[in-house]
C-alpha cells in the first residue's frame, strides 16, 4: 500500500509562534504592573498594623497614668523642643511620681521623673486638652501617627480618645 504523498512534518508554523510572542509580551508587560502594586499593597498594610500598634500602645499607656494622676496638678502646654501646640502633659501621679507625656519631633516621650523613654517613633501629633471647661477631672487626647511607607507615601492613622477621667 502506497501513502499519497502527505509527511507530517514536526514545528510550529509562523502564525502560532506569532501569537505566543503577543500573550508572552502582553503578560510580560503586566507582570511587572502586579508586582509593584502586591509590594505597596505588602508595605501599606504592614505599616498601617504597625502604626496601629503603636498607636494602641500609646494611649493606653498615657491612658493608664492619667487615670492615677492627681487632677488638681495637670498642666497641659507646648514644650521647648520640637512638638506641637498643647502637646505636653505634666502631672502628679497618686505616689507622688512626677510624670509628663510630651511630642519631640515624631517621638512620644514619657518622662517619670526625669527618667525618659520612647513610647512611639511613629508620632506626627499629640494634643492634650479639657473637652469641658467646669471639669478639669476629663482630660482629651488626640493622636495622629504615621509611617513613611514606598515612594514617599505615608500611611497615616488618626485616633482620638475622647475623655479621659483621673480618679484622683
Known amino acids: ?25 502582553a503578560l510580560s508587560s503586566v ?9 505597596n499593597f505588602y508595605l501599606t498594610t504592614t505599616a498601617r498594623s504597625e502604626v496601629q500598634r503603636d ?3 500609646a494611649l493606653d499607656n498615657i491612658n493608664r497614668f492619667l487615670r492615677q494622676g ?9 514644650p521647648a523642643s520640637n512638638g506641637g501646640p498643647y502637646s505636653r502633659i505634666r502631672f502628679l501621679h ?29 508620632l506626627l501629633y499629640v494634643a ?22 514606598q515612594l514617599g507615601q505615608r500611611k497615616v492613622l488618626e485616633l482620638t480618645i475622647q475623655k479621659v477621667r483621673i480618679m484622683n
Not at 507582570?31 to 509590594?39: K, S
Not at 512620644?108 to 527618667?115: A, Q, Y
Request: glycine share 10%.
Open 70 to 78: 492627681v487632677a488638681s496638678s495637670i498642666t497641659i502646654d507646648t
Open 1 to 25: 500500500m502506497k501513502t499519497l504523498g502527505l509527511r507530517r512534518r514536526g514545528g510550529y508554523t509562523l502564525s502560532e509562534l506569532m501569537i505566543v510572542v503577543a500573550i508572552l509580551g
Open 128 to 149: 492634650f486638652s479639657y473637652p469641658r471647661s467646669d471639669d478639669p477631672s476629663i482630660v482629651s487626647v488626640s493622636m495622629t501617627m504615621g509611617k513613611n511607607v
Open 94 to 122: 497618686v505616689d507622688n511620681r512626677a510624670i509628663q507625656f510630651y511630642q519631640n519631633g515624631n517621638r512620644l516621650i514619657r518622662s517619670i521623673n526625669g527618667n525618659e523613654s520612647t513610647i512611639s517613633g511613629n
Open 55 to 57: 498607636a494602641r500602645v
Open 31 to 39: 507582570g511587572p504592573i502586579l508586582l509593584l502594586n502586591l509590594n
